[in-house]
Structures are given as C-alpha cells and as structure tokens.
C-alpha cells in the first residue's frame, strides 16, 4: 500500500495493545436468507480477526451447523477468504434450523464447542472469553429469542455435554450482528448488507422491461420480493418513475381501483408508450387482502383494455455479484464487528453494527429487536402511518419523495406562486444528473412554479438556450445516463453581463446548479457578482453531481456510486482473467483528477492490493515495499494481485512507470498488465443509489428553494442577498444540510480541486489492513454503543436510500 506513513494519532497503537485479540476466538456464521454481499462482511471479519491475533473460525450451515458440530467449525485462513468479495450468496451456507429454537438444541451447540473440540483445539480457548461474531438475517430476529447467548453454558453443563471446568472457563459469550437482508427490514440501520444488490437486480430488469414495453405500448406488472417490507418496492418505484407502486405500509384507500386505471388513461393521453406498476409481494389494501399483480393485469385489462403482462422476479434478486456499495459497507461493517468484540467486557449487551447516514454506529440488538416488532404490531393494527414511521426517516423521506413525483395534480390544483426557476448542469456528465432534473421539475410544478431548463451549462445560458420545461417533458429521465439538458465546464465569470440580462428577458427567480467542482466555482462567481448585479440577488443552490466525488461541503455526490460500480465490475473481470494464468498483476488507472475517492473505494470493494492517490504522498521505497509485498503473497494460494493508481496521484510516477517498474522488479515472479479505464466510468444507465440520492436530494433542494423564495419576496419582487441564499446540499456525516458557499472557500484547495478535509481517507486503513498491510488503524470514528429511542429508530436527518 502506498506511502505506509506513521499514523498522525500517537495513541492509536495504544489502542490496538489494549484490543489485542491474542488468545481469542471468534466465530462467524450466516442465518436465515442469503444477501449479496455476506461474504464481504464474512472476509472483513476473518482478516480483521486475524489481523489482531485472534482465532477465527467459519460456522457453516448457519445454526444448523452449531447443533450438527464435527466438520462444520472449522479454522479460518487468510487466504480461505480470498475470491469471496465479488461472489454473491454465502460460500460457508446457511440453513434455518428448528432444533436451535429449543434450549436442549442451543446447549448441544455449546457442548460440541466444548466437550469434541477439547480446550487446545478450534473454538474454545482455555480461560479466555469465546466470541462470536453473527450476520443475522433479518427473519432470525423474528423466530429466535436472542437471549439465548448468556445461556449457553449453563444448558451445555445441565445437560451432562461438559464439565464444570469448561463451563466455567466459558461462562462469557459476546455476540454481535451484523443485518443481512435484501428487504432493509430491520430498525436501526439505514441500510441492510445486499439491500443495494437487490435493488440493481431489480432496475437491471425494469429497464430491460421498459424498452419492449415501450416498444408494445404496454403495462407491466412486476412483483418484486417485501413480503413485511416495502422497501424494494418503493425504492425501485422512485428508481424507475413507475405509474403505481403498491406497498404493506401504505395500502391504497377505497376506490384505488378507479385512481389506478385513471392516472394509467392520463399517461397514455399524454402520449405515454409505457406504464410500469410495481408490487411488493406482501402488498395488501386496507381491509387485509392481498393485492397479486394477476388482481392488477386482470383490472387493467378490464376496465381500460391495455396489452399487459406479469412479472415476478423472485430469487434473481438475491442472486448475482454484490454491488460495491454493498461489498464496502459490509467490509466496514465486518471490521467494526470485531472492533466491538474486542471492547466487550462482562456487562456490555449485544449489539448490532448499523448504518446511520455515512457513519458505522453499534446499537444494542435487543432494542433494535423490539423496535423491528413493533413495526409488525402497528401494521397488525391498521395503524399504517405509524408502522412508517416507526421504519424510519429514510423510508418516510422515499415515501414522501415518491408521492411528490407519482402524481400530477390538476392546474386548479396547484398554488400559484408566480416564481419562475431555472434548473441547468454544470461540468462533466455524471449518471444521476437526470433523475435529479426530473425530480426539481416535477416538485417545482407541484410547488406551483414555472419551471425553465438550461441547455449546455453557462455557456447554453449566456445564449439564452432557456425554455420551459413541463411535466410530461421529463418522463423517463431516471434511467437515462448522461446530461439530457447538455452540460459544459464553462464558468459564468466572463459572460456575468449576457447571464444577468437572461435572467431579466426569462424573469427567473432562482437556480438550482446540478454539477460538479465546476458548479461550485459558478456559484461562487455569481455569488460575488450581486454586488455588481441585482438580477443575481436570487436563491441559488448547487446539488453536487461529479464521479469524482471532490466537491466540498458533502461526503456523497450524485454519480460517484455508478462510477464505483463501472470500476469494480471492471476489476473483476480483470481478476477473473488471472484465474487461468497464474502470478499476474494488474495496474488500473482511473479517473477522479487529483481526488483518490474511486481509486481508494474502488480499490476497497475490488480487493486491490495496492491503491496509489495525490492525497496519500509515496516515493519509490513505498513502490519496492509494494513490489516485495506481491512477491511475498505470490508465494501463497492467491497468486495474482490488483493495483488501482488514480490518475493525477504523482506527476512522476505515471502508470506506465508503475507498470514498468513492477514488470522489471517482479520478473521471474510475476509478470504484468496494465488498464486505463478512461471514460467508461461517466458512462452508462445510473445505479439505483444515484438515481434514488439524485431523486431526492433534488426534491429537498426545491423546497428550499420555495422557503427562500416567499421570505425573500418584498414590495412586489424576489431579493435575497445574503450568504445562506447561496448554498450547497450536501450529505454531512448523518444528515442534508444547506451550507453557504462562501462558508465551504476555507475548506477548499482550488488548486488541486478537492476538499482539504476528506473522510474517506479514513478508509485507507481499513484497505490496508484486509490487503494485509502492517498498518494502524485510527479509530477515532469507530461506532460507540447508541441506544435507540423507543419511539424514534434511525434517529437521522439523512436521507440515503
């Protein structure tokens, strides 16, 4: 790994002496159904464990697998674990086992750990704590009493299965979770390991779809997995734009028969070729029965006569390769696990690891358990609205998201607020520009303003490329990479006189800015122009969309999640190349200017070897050190490696000089090749995430807009020339907060493009480590114990999907 630089913090050596795992155990198993992704979370834990010296061993079979005993504990290597990253399902299995919901079944566990095994061999150290370390699936929390884990011994000693000695030498248990479940139907966490998967497998589908019901002008009807959760519905409806998504929390009103066949006849009126209607499979109205997508076919084809179809999509949702979003929240998660196990003392309760915004949190399980139930309580009892809340902040913002876009209300309908707003992209494309774009207009137009749209950035505006953009105009803009309104690098510096003037002939009221660094800098210009110009004493905010994910003020930017999903797909097909043709590396250029944000997640959720950024300085010893790294890890089982280098990381150190340099220096060991990736990482369909961030982000942004614009409107026009009139929307940490741009100058290195402060780089230790680099890992961030409020799971203002 590049640069192995001692780290900044002086106690955080300290802190790895007093976690030290030597002399523990720790044990990883899978339950209930599979999730992409698992086997990232089961790799993270392995190499984590190893790493801090303890023993790891895989429980296959799930619980089944801890009654059964004998081969299924078996000792973890570093290198078992290799090639799981990118495979999908759960390599050590998983199973449902009924003789584990019974005491006599948990104790017959504890006695094959400890009466087979004996106290020098796997699981069971003499006098030390056994831990083990559990992916859950979501249905476990449903069926299995958890308290199970501080009963363990004293069931195995009742029942003869060992003595008292080995009772007593394992009287502690430490158990922590980690949530594995396409359905993100677990309380405490925005975001389940193989949520992100599922909902690529279900968009990869629905544009498949789309284009053959385009094509037919026909309905489709397609079933998705949610059997208490509609989640993946919901997400995949505001992912797609679908007519009409059905789902358990929000079951339709009386008479959604008629509403559903009548906004259906509106879009094909409006000459719509499409309708796209999306049912989770435990959709129900408000008298409890169930609603089939065979009930909706045979309802449209009854009352309005369109050509329909059915699709179910069953298991490939569950199946396939693991997105990187997935492989990288459940490698953060797998490392936080064992961090928490290490920190465990007698009293401290199980907890699970969660994702509450951008950060890694540890919230205790039984709470998060309980809150789980009382989702199914309230939905038991028609209470629907609270059964939504009690889901979350993320699931009520998609629910509101979705209702702002699904339906368009009629003209008499819709406030008359007489603002006009211009919407226009700035900077390179990135994938998730037009979801965003569809999703301002459509809030504008239900907010009551004129919505105008910008072609080719500045430079389109200066032109006076501005028209009028309606509802209709932005129909299947989700799905669409790309900038359809054109978008070009030009700042408005030079043309501020040409700008103002438009303002004045299109009387626009405020803009909203979708673009990269490029769009900051615009935002910045203007900003300092008021003094110059009125016409730019207007709300103006800047939603940030670059891959390259360098823009000041947010720790996410529309378009970057795509961008990680082109590189790691095309480093796994690099890899898999490798599996014929043995000791080979391969070095990988991307993009990102002089942010290392895709190389470094890129390199993390491909499992590269090496990762080469500006931010992280390295000369050529760090190069020997790397090269003497690979040789020593050609000598095991894993005989190839993977080297990613973002493009502007050394002005010396060029790509072609790495891959000379490993060439030379690894001959007669392994030989080389290298890739650039180029512009494939700005293209293509935008991954649900950016779809779905893009989506929202964008409808938050309108209605901030709408705020500043009624207190900023006196004696008869709009003037708002303060700082918070300027701002950016941007993810910080947990929440969505509107920051000032002229705030975000001090926090910028314009020079090289990039924030100064970037917490990714946190990552960088974690990558190292799973990379089995020495290193030291600064846990400054680590997830401290939370608890849950009872009446408030997710405590958040963020809004990710």
Known sequence: MAGAAAPKRQDTRKFFENLSGAGKSIAVLTSGGDAQGMNGAVRAVVRMGIYVGAKVYFIHEGYQGMVDGGDNIKEATWESVSSMLQVGGTVIGSARCKEFRSHEGRGWFNGHACKHNGPHSPIVITCEKFSVCVDFGANLFRIIPLIFIWVFVNLSSSAGLIDEAAAESNSELHIVGMVGSIDNDFCGTDMTIGTDSALHRIIEVVDAIMTTAQSHQRTFVLEVMGRHCGYLALVSALACGADWVFIPEMPPEDGWEDNMCQKLSENRADKKRLNIIIVAEGAIDSHNKAITPDYIKELVVRCLGFDTRVTILGHVQRGGTPSAFDRILASRMGVEAVLALLEASANTPACVVSLVGNQAVRLPLMECVQMTQEVQKAMDEKKFEEAVRLRGRSFENNLSTYRLLSYRKADSELPNSSFNVAVLNVGAPAAGMNAAVRSAVRVGITEGHKMFAVSDGFEGFYKGQIKEIKWGDVGGWTGQGGSLLGTKRTLPGKHLDKI??????????????????????????????????????????????????????????????????????????????????????????????????????????????????????????????????????????????????????????????????????????????????GHMQQGGAPSPFDRNFGTKVAAKAIQWITRTLKDSYKGGRVFANSDDTVCLLGMRRRALVFQPVSELRDETDFVHRIPKEQWWLKLRPLMKILAKYKTSYDVSDAGQLEHVSRFRPKESNTETI
């Open 500 to 677: 103002a003037e438009q303002i004045r002939i299109h009387n626009i009221n405020a803009l909203l800015v979708i673009g990269g660094f490029e769009a900051l800098e615009s935002l910045l210009q203007l900003h300092e122009a008021r003094a110059n110009y009125e016409e730019y004493c207007i709300p103006m905010c800047m939603l940030p969309a670059t891959i390259s994910n360098n823009v000041p003020g947010t720790d996410l930017s529309i378009g970057a999640d795509t961008s990680l999903n082109a590189i790691v797909e095309t480093c796994d097909r690099i890899k898999q190349s490798a599996s014929g043709t043995k000791r080979r590396v391969f070095i990988i250029e991307t993009m990102g200017g002089y942010c290392g944000y895709l190389a470094t997640v890129g390199g993390l959720a491909a499992g590269a070897d090496t990762v080469y950024i500006y931010e992280e300085p390295f000369d050529i010893r760090d190069l020997q050190g790397n090269v003497e790294h690979l040789t020593q890890k050609m000598k095991t089982s894993i005989q190839r490696g993977l080297v990613l280098r973002n493009e502007n990381c050394n002005e010396n150190f060029t790509t072609d000089f790495i891959y000379q340099l490993y060439s030379e220096e690894g001959r007669g060991v392994f030989d080389c090749r290298k890739n650039i990736l």
